[in-house]
């Protein structure tokens, strides 16, 4: 959504500096157009005034000043003179009350002053700076200033139109009026500032959610009332709210346990065990603790403490049984199986995607990948949509439901692997605009740890990394695999630190089968989206030619909600023992509205706009890689193919 404004190609700012820098912008252009149409119409109400009035006041008869040369008659003139004077001024004032350009710029000028007057509003509906206390007052205080001088400009008319014309029973009943007006006025002057910060404080923009908010094509837009009224709280006291697994770079012998707490929960504690030892002893041997990070950001009803742990020294392709502990008391029991190693014969199955959303297709499609009973799923970014906006936090909540499913029907936790997207983060490709991960985001960073931490000598450390610590980019071995989530210049540029991490994980595992992920894709299925700029150039220039050089098996691409196939390529060019690009995303996403590349194109077998999910098989005793792609409605949307991996020299 964000990425086809056209003022948002610029660099430096976030999503929500972007929404906020529209806001600010938005409210001074509209108060500009009501200050310039108070302007026009009191231009044209001062020239109705002056030719109606002219028009409804009694000119002087001619023949009452035919004779100006008796003395008699000069009294009698100035008095009819001055008696006009007093009905041409009655009859502009009566013209006056009932000119509708005075009322238009009246109602203009206030419109003007109640945008002015939420300037500070624009700041706190995103939380980027201010409170919402601070936009109240600012409000009121501009508010109050137009109606005083409106209320003091108003009474000196009355008292006008009572020095001309007299009556003070008609003056008295109108300052009456008038004070009854401008009392009601100044209450909703005060609810309307109250109301309007209050109700705009906690303002999010996510896309593909359906659940929370109205919705509006792609987005859904709320505000923290609207979620207060909406939501109920999502990790009250008892057990974890979420509990999910995510993976550091072994597979085989070690895994990162998340659970997602009230924010009583402190320190809660992982123990574990081989599960057949478990349920001959009933007893756990092994228990490590976490480390807890308290999030800030939400609404009331969001708040949570997110703990990990990190479990190391693990048998390879072993079921273990898992508990989670708050002091001496059980809150939670699963299981979890670790992959085999890079000698294993077991099959090891991976479910793909990307751009997934909160969605009743996003739903219904990680339920018909878990069919194919999958060891692990893997996206390749724009995993919520929450936009990277702290605001936006219920995002992460509805769309962990659903695999939250998928580890219930598989009766063990399924593992989530992940590569960062652009509304992961909230930026776009080489924006220029650094993300920093903190407790109040983004909430994707925080809530999955992928990696260990590096220690002084280059050794992986066995724990946790802390938000610093965190990198957009990671490596996993399945077997003898090699998965690469990268970062499509998000987080990380192209060249630097990322480039050297890759070539060192190359040349480490070299004699392993290689595949990529990430989010921008190389090979777009839209033909009219299509961006040669410099992150398109460095994914032709650098990343490419390293998949050759290292001969990758396979590239999982997304960004454009299409389905894709190329031929094998190699140097850009069809060649049997090439790399498959596959993507381009689309989970729980609908088919974007591009062109389409034309399938007979050199380098494409198939595309297809349409929703989908791959499903790979890696077969080491066959030495084949198997994969078919599927759609829960159509079924398989190709034939499925299947690589012989001999053919790729390590």
Known sequence: MFEFVPILEGAFFNYTEYLWFLTFIGIWAVAGFWFSLSCIARVISRAKMVTKSEYLSPQPETTAYSSLDSDKSIPDTLEKKEHFRDKLKLAFLK????????????????????????????????????????????????????????????????????D????????????????????????????????????????????????VGPVFGEASISTSILRWFQLNEFCPVGKPCHVYATLPEDTATSVIINAHTNVAYDILTIKYDVELNYIFSKEMRYSVNTTAIEIEGTDKVGERKVHSAYLSNLIPNTMYSIAILYGNETIYETRYKTFPDANSTEPIVIASGGDNGDTE???????????????????????????????????WDYFLKPFEKANEDAKRLIPL??????????????????????????????????????????????????????????????????????????????????????????????????????????????????????????????WN????????????????????????????????????????????????????????????????????FWIMRYEPSEKKVYYNAYNPVIGELIPGFSQYLPDYDL
């Open 95 to 162: 013209v006056r009350e009932r000119n509708i350009w005075l009322k238009l710029s009246t109602f203009s000028a206030w419109m003007g002053w109640f945008f002015i007057g939420n300037i500070i509003t624009s700041f706190t509906m995103y939380k980027i700076y201010f409170s919402t206390p601070i936009a109240v007052l600012f409000l009121l205080s501009t508010l109050s200033y137009k109606y005083v001088m409106q209320e003091k400009k108003e009474r000196r008319e009355i008292e006008l139109a009572h």
């Open 164 to 211: 001309y014309t007299g009556g003070d029973i008609i003056y008295n009943q109108d300052l009456i009026a008038h004070r009854k007006y401008y009392k009601k006025l100044l209450i909703f002057i005060i609810f309307i500032s109250i109301f309007l910060p209050t109700f705009l404080h906690g303002f999010c923009v996510s896309s593909f959610h359906e659940y």
């Open 361 to 395: 297709l996003a739903w219904n499609m990680t339920l018909a990948a878990n069919g194919h009973a999958p060891d692990v799923f893997v996206f390749g970014g724009d995993i919520a949509y929450d936009n990277a906006m702290c605001t936006c936090w219920f995002a």
């Open 417 to 542: 692997v992940f590569a960062v997207g652009n509304h992961d983060v909230g930026v776009d490709s080489l924006s220029g605009r650094s993300v920093k991960t903190t407790p109040q985001g983004p909430y994707y960073m925080v809530y999955f740890p992928q990696h260990s931490p590096v220690g002084p000598n280059g050794t992986l450390l066995a724990r946790v990394p802390t938000l610093e610590e965190r990198k957009s980019y990671h490596y996993h071995t399945f077997g003898k695999m090699l998965f690469l989530a990268l970062d499509s210049g998000l987080v990380t540029g192209y060249v630097g630190e990322q480039e050297k991490w890759l070539r060192n994980v190359l040349e480490t595992y070299k004699d392993y089968y290689k595949i990529a992920d990430y989010h921008y894709p190389t090979y777009s299925a839209c033909a009219n989206l299509r961006v040669y700029d410099d992150a398109y150039h460095y994914r032709v220039k650098l």
């Open 545 to 612: 030619p390293i998949f050759d050089q290292y001969n990758f098996i396979v590239v999982f691409e997304n960004h454009e909600h299409i389905f894709k196939k190329t031929k094998p390529l190699r140097n850009g060019v069809p060649d049997p023992k090439g790399t498959y690009f596959l993507g381009n995303g689309g989970w729980g996403t609908w088919g974007r509205d591009c062109q389409l590349i034309h399938e007979n194109m050199s380098h494409y077998d198939s595309v297809i706009r349409t929703e989908h």
